[in-house]
């Protein structure tokens, strides 16, 4: 089970990024998704999750209106649309997988939601 998360980068406040978690060796369709992100020094922390189904979406209070989670199971792929970013939102972004079952719409916002976890990709916002 892998899970590769991409399309970080440099960008201004303001501005956008889209982040892409790509599944491999197993389907994400059977898979609730979590994006966490970790600043330096800080604690690994939530952002938004979305239902193996797609029916439940959750954000983090610091992200809602600004972020939107989605998946698309034919590409075996989540993303993280990132908007209107600012300072606060620099850190590495961290994509996660929860075996689930189709009717299973609980929100996991715990890092012990998720069995599997794919590597960090930086996210830094700065003028």
């Known amino acids: 089970v892998q899970l590769q998360a991409s399309g970080g980068g440099l960008v201004q406040p303001g501005g956008s990024l889209r982040l892409s978690c790509k599944a491999s060796?197993?389907?994400?369709?059977?898979?609730?998704i979590g994006w966490f992100r970790q600043a330096p020094g800080k604690e690994r922390e939530f952002v938004a999750t979305i239902s193996r189904s797609g029916a439940m979406l959750y954000y983090a209070d610091s992200v809602k209106g600004r972020f939107t989670i989605s998946r698309d199971n034919d590409q075996n792929t989540a993303y993280l649309q990132m908007n209107n970013l600012t300072p606060e939102d620099t850190a590495a972004y961290f994509c996660a997988a929860a075996a689930s079952i189709l009717t299973d719409d609980r929100r996991r916002i715990d890092e012990g939601d998720y069995e599997y976890w794919g590597q960090g990709t930086q996210v830094t916002v700065s003028s």
């Open positions: 060796q197993f389907t994400m369709a059977h898979y609730a």
